[in-house]
């Protein structure tokens, strides 16, 4: 697939350097060459020095051949300037656009049938703040997302040492989650995906992915001695897009104090929250994090733009006495300086927002796909389509389906029921699967057995 992407910031870089490995023919488009040059050293891909709003650039860069163009520059107005351009003079790409400013968002007749042409809307501050407000909603997790419009959810827990899960086999699990429909899916220990079968023992810092239904995620974390005391009362360190957002979704139901070291950004977004406190200040300034109490606070949530201040003063607050902290990390390399810092989940941007992008980008039919493990992992809800090769799922046993070791049948569902898997279960035309991929690069196995009708 030949596919364009407009921007070569940090969003732009993580989504060359997924798609790039998945021999796709990239080109990347941005003014700053310096961006450019570092992402040629490190990726096999094409680069155009130029404005990406501008035809002859696009032009350059092989827009009219185009199978796709992402625009992801740190500008909404020229990501939807280029779809504009590309939709009047080129019929072939599909686009997707990065839209960050809430005002567009609010109005989605911007971008309907007589509006902007994008094919395809995504907001990474949107979906970090989702990310983010699941994981307030279960405490105890380092990771939880959503598939078939919620009926099903992937989280993971750490294991510590002396817990429930310390020293078990996969086997006694399965004897305590009963019925089928609550899956172990992976197991990563030091970063690497160990098999998992009935035989595997967990130990102490494994993280243990699960698919479950929905309405049984609560039971499983209890089963599991995870399922931790509400978080109600939250300082969140940054009022940028994020913060901002975040607090707006959580001031009804908590007590959330925001703090924001510009004066103009802290006044203007203490005009948007009703409930919430807006404190102008610097988030690792010891003194001020202890006026603010938060030694009693249940959860320090740092995501402001900066990574090095954020990593610093979530293990202040920590330090400090707060229950738990929350780390935005939008460079990936620097979650190794977390052990010991007392931080208890990283979250990383361009993960949470690569999963958006690539459902759009993958050959089968995908509803869903979570990037996972530093962008090394993939969870995928295909939809089962009969065929005349072999390469279609439906009709046969899941026994005999021969995918290679590394994928992992998570959740089967069926009607908009969630059913349980057996190696006897047989898939059916529109069946949905949630699959684990342990290799990102195993993922082709599903593409070929999922493909659209």
Known sequence: MKILILGAGVTGSSVAGALASEENDIVVVDFRTELLDALKERFDIATVAGNAAH??????????????????????????????????????PKTIARVRAVDYLKNPQLFG???????????????????????????????ISDFADGLVRLFSVKVVADGSLTGKKIKTLKERLVGGKIRVVAIFRRGIPLIVNGEAVIETGDEVFFVAPREEVRRVLKELNKLEAPLKRIIIAGGGHVGKRLALALEKDHQVKIIEKDPRRAHKIANDLDHAVVLLGDC??????????????????????????????????????????????????????????GIDVAVLPNQETLGSILKHVRRGDVAQV?????????????IAHQSNDLNSVVGFRVDSINFPE??????LIRNQQVISIHHETVFEEGDHVV???????????????????
């Open 284 to 341: 690792a300034d010891e003194a001020m994090l202890l006026d603010e109490s938060v030694g009693s606070t249940d959860l320090f949530c740092a995501i402001t733009e900066n990574d090095g201040v954020n990593i610093v003063s979530a293990s202040l607050a920590k330090s400090l006495g707060a229950r738990k902290a929350i780390c935005l990390l939008n460079h990936v390399s620097y979650s190794k300086l977390l052990p010991g810092t």
């Open 55 to 92: 035809p002859r650039v696009l032009e350059q860069a092989g827009a009219r051949t185009a199978d796709m163009i992402i625009a992801v520059t740190d500008s909404d107005e020229t990501n939807m300037l280029a779809c504009v351009i590309i939709n009047a003079l080129y019929s072939r």
């Open 435 to 453: 699959m684990f991929a342990m290799d990102k690069k195993l993922v082709v196995n599903i593409e070929k057995k999922f493909q659209p009708l």
């Open 370 to 382: 979570s990037s996972l493990c530093g962008g090394t992992a993939e969870a995928i809800e295909a």
């Open 406 to 411: 590394g994928i992992v049948m998570g959740a």
């Open 113 to 143: 049938p007589n509006g902007i042409p994008v094919d395809i809307v995504i907001s990474p501050e949107q979906i970090v703040m989702e990310a983010i407000r699941n994981l307030i909603e279960f405490p105890g997790v380092q990771h």
